[in-house]
């Protein structure tokens, strides 16, 4: 249980709480176009060669993605989203029809599945002003969620600046199995978040960004499969019941050339469990065929504290509060990654877009991972 989580954050950051992954200058209907659908299957691949001691923290994960956002009207513009995960990994047992917690899996898939799904509508209330809100959906083996947000966007009439403001609610329900096979009954999680942005237009060739994300969290914060060993004993991870996550991140995008452009960034985190990251990032954008294929290198530097509550293996005691979970500790990672976007290309048609990537990261704990995405767009 807790796969898509982890996941998460092994592929963007233990501790930030919104994708800080480079975007590109090259510009799709992601941006702002309406009337088109995405698909997209990622792979997800995390070996362990160090890491926590006294677990295999490998995983993997086969992950297909559908994007749907139609123009329902003048003013109305949907946003459609199904997302599912089929992860394996150390907490997920090798039996065909079971898993690591007892839950009865199909023989067709390799490991725990994952769905999520979300709905969402905005309205265009003038050309400076755009307001909305979604519901997501998503459950897996012992956790379900259920989440809802509202998001406002506003433009001065000048046009180059754009203020972003989101809340989104959190509101999970667990079931406690822990990794000694027992069962603790059921309890609660609750996220809470807001996050305030800021995009200014510099010049014909700067576009700059900041965003911030506070994030209130509440409720059962440990990971039940996760166990601590010290002390000559293994028991379970217990953490605090409440935590406050604060992020921030900045970038900017340079047009260098007509066909090159750069993009710089940086980010930094902190929480109230003791725990400051910081995120160093650059992607390069280079246009090598014109309006047919977009190269995109990009490399992402990561690091990181552990929190107060991190326990060594070679404690002597063991506190009311513990956990050695790899992604709690202190590390460093490297993350290159290379893209390509083929767009209007003769044999894509006008209105297709395909795009396929990699990333690999390495981490100074031995749990190197990579990525592999491939997409496809059609504007309708």
């Known amino acids: ?160 600046d754009t203020f972003l403001l989101k809340a989104t609610g959190f509101f999970d329900a667990l079931d406690l199995n822990f990794f000694d096979d027992t069962s603790g009954g059921s309890d609660h999680r609750r996220t809470l978040a807001l996050g305030p942005g800021w995009t200014h237009i510099f010049g014909p060739g700067t576009v700059g960004m900041i965003n911030w994300d506070f994030t209130s969290q509440q409720g059962f914060l440990a990971t039940p499969i996760n166990s601590v060993k010290a002390a000559g004993t293994e028991v379970r991870e217990i953490l605090p019941d409440s935590r406050i996550r604060n992020a921030i991140h900045a970038r900017v995008r340079q047009l260098m050339s007509p066909t090159w452009a750069v993009e710089p960034g940086i980010g930094y985190y902190h929480d109230s469990w003791g725990a400051t990251a910081w995120n160093f990032e650059i992607t390069s954008t280079w246009e090598a065929r014109p309006a047919e294929l977009y190269v995109e290198p990009s490399f992402r530097f990561h690091t990181q504290t552990a929190v107060d509550y991190f326990v060594p293996d070679s404690a002597a005691s063991i506190p009311e509060f513990r956990t050695q979970d790899a992604d709690l500790d202190k590390y460093m990672s490297g993350t290159f990654g290379l893209n390509f976007i083929l767009p209007h290309t003769t044999w894509t048609g006008e209105y297709s877009e395909f795009n396929f990537g990699a990333d690999l990261t390495w981490r100074s704990d031995g749990l190197d991972s990579f990525t592999l995405t491939v997409g496809y767009m059609w504007k309708y």
């Open 1 to 160: 249980m807790f796969q898509l989580a982890l996941v998460h954050a092994l592929a963007l950051s233990a501790f930030g709480a919104q994708d800080f992954s480079p975007s590109s200058v090259h510009r799709t209907a992601t941006d702002g176009d309406r009337n088109y659908a995405r698909i997209a299957f990622n792979f997800y691949d995390q070996k362990d060669h160090g890491g926590n001691p006294n677990k295999n923290d490998s995983i993997r994960v086969w992950e297909p993605v559908l994007l749907v956002v139609p123009s329902m009207s003048d003013k109305w513009t949907g946003k459609f989203k199904l997302q599912g995960d089929v992860i394996a990994s150390s907490t997920v047992g090798t039996d065909a029809t079971t898993t690591a917690s007892g839950a009865k899996r199909s023989p067709l898939l390799p490991g725990e599945a994952f769905f999520r799904t979300e709905a969402a509508a905005f309205y265009a209330w003038s050309d400076q002003l755009t307001v909305g809100g979604g519901l997501i959906y998503s459950t897996e083996p012992d956790y379900k969620s259920r989440g809802v947000y509202l998001q406002s966007t506003f433009d001065l009439p000048s046009h180059n």
